[in-house]
């Protein structure tokens, strides 16, 4: 597998590079943005004790296939976020966790009540876009790429994050 060329070219992690890029856009130092490929469930828990060490997580954005049971990896997650969810990130005051693949709606629900964090999750199918607002088709060449749930006729998002759920 040349990792290099699928990162130049997975829908998955040019949208995730398209949010990192928006953060440095806005002024977040580059020290701050963790961009993490994760490939399988090892990896995924092995990812989430990296970041349950850190000393504030301010948001959590996860580009990735997904299902009312959670995001998924390649090789499936297994029981992986049965287990990892119960392990708290130490989320600051404003944090906010978007999973952005397809029926994540329902782990959303479950993830905001266990992490104590705002979430949202998709509570359709989702498309890649080149633009956050109108679906457009994406191109090898396009600079930006959104994973967001596009309603009528799969052409507008009228729903940016999809389903909120929020905590006291």
């Known amino acids: 597998m040349d990792w290099a060329r699928f990162e130049r070219e997975s829908p998955f992690a040019r949208a995730a590079q398209t949010r990192r890029n928006e953060l440095l856009a806005a002024g977040e130092d580059q020290s701050n943005i963790v961009v993490q490929r ?4 090892r990896a995924l828990e092995s990812t989430w004790m990296k970041l349950a060490k850190l000393e504030k997580v301010d948001g959590l954005n996860m580009y990735s296939h997904g ?8 090789g499936g997650s297994k029981d992986v ?8 990130l130490n ?14 709606a329902d782990f959303a629900a479950r993830f905001a009540e266990t992490q104590h964090v705002t979430t949202y999750g998709q509570q359709g199918y989702s ?8 679906h457009v ?23 940016w994050w999809g389903v909120a759920y929020t905590v006291d």
């Open 38 to 41: 994760i490939d399988n469930a």
């Open 67 to 74: 299902y009312s049971r959670g995001p998924e990896v390649a």
């Open 81 to 88: 976020w049965e287990r990892i969810i119960t392990v708290s």
């Open 91 to 104: 989320w600051s005051d404003e944090a906010i966790a978007v999973f952005h693949g397809c029926n994540t």
């Open 127 to 134: 498309s890649f876009s080149s633009n956050p607002v109108l």
């Open 137 to 159: 088709r994406i191109f090898s060449w396009s600079p930006r790429m959104y994973l967001y749930h596009f309603e009528f006729l799969n052409l507008l998002n009228t729903n």
